[in-house]
């Protein structure tokens, strides 16, 4: 399964991925960044439902001089009194969160429509390939603005090793599959029972459409510190 997945990464195509039953019991529809178009973003928003975001490798995120956003929080706290009492210290899953900033590509309109949100995507894969191998903060500045409707996620500094979220889950996978590690993510989500989708219904999902379902311990399995 897993080399299968590897493959599919490696090709532009989606994997469905669940983080495991003792954490969120998740399945995320996944692609690397660099090959999300409008018909992509229609996918996840359709068949998946859940928020569209893109993880980044923790190389990346620093090179580009991403904060996580509970960061920017504990400094604005200061003076609004709101970022403080709301924050997210009571995660039942985890101890914190991955999020870091919000943003559009500069070239858009108002950020939202499934062209809008492809080129952002699309772009954060092109400056995270250039961010593995340097300082990207003045090029990600040019060519991205924040408020926007792509939320980044940071991986951990430690990967797997530290966090085993869909976040790192997701850029090992590309990481292993030699595609820039910058992936956009996308919760399944069930309209019948309006919670996240249950594995057996994922299983149906990725039968009918041709993907490939992996669970996270297959990923964590062939970590290396990658």
Do not use: W
């Not at 009571?90 to 559009?104: K, Q, T």
């Not at 249950?198 to 311990?217: C, D, F, M």
């Amino acid at each position: 399964m897993m080399e299968n997945a590897l493959k599919e990464m490696k090709s532009g195509k989606f994997v469905l991925l669940h983080d495991s039953e003792t954490r969120e019991d998740e399945i995320d529809m996944i692609i690397a960044a660099e090959f999300v178009g409008p018909s992509e973003i229609v996918t996840m928003r359709q068949h998946g439902g859940g928020l569209i975001c893109v993880a980044l490798h923790p190389t990346i995120a620093r090179n580009i001089g991403l904060p996580y956003i509970t960061e920017v929080y504990d400094v604005a706290s200061f003076k609004f009194d709101i970022l403080a009492a709301t924050r997210p210290h009571d995660i039942p899953y985890d101890e914190r969160s991955a999020f870091s900033l919000s943003v559009n590509h500069r070239k858009t309109f108002t950020g939202i429509t499934d062209v809008d949100r492809a080129l952002t995507i699309r772009e954060l894969g092109r400056i995270g390939m250039k961010a593995l191998n340097g300082s990207a903060v003045e090029e990600f500045g040019k060519n991205f603005r924040s408020p926007g409707h792509v939320p980044l996620l940071r991986a951990a500094d430690g990967l797997l090793n530290e966090r085993k979220g869909h976040t790192e889950l997701s850029v090992v996978l590309a990481k292993l599959a030699g595609v820039t590690p910058v992936v956009a993510i996308c919760e399944m989500l069930d309209a019948q029972t309006n919670r996240a989708l249950s594995k057996k219904r994922a299983e149906k999902y990725a039968e009918e459409h041709g993907l490939i379902l992996l669970n996270g311990t297959e990923i964590i399995s062939k970590f290396q510190g990658v």
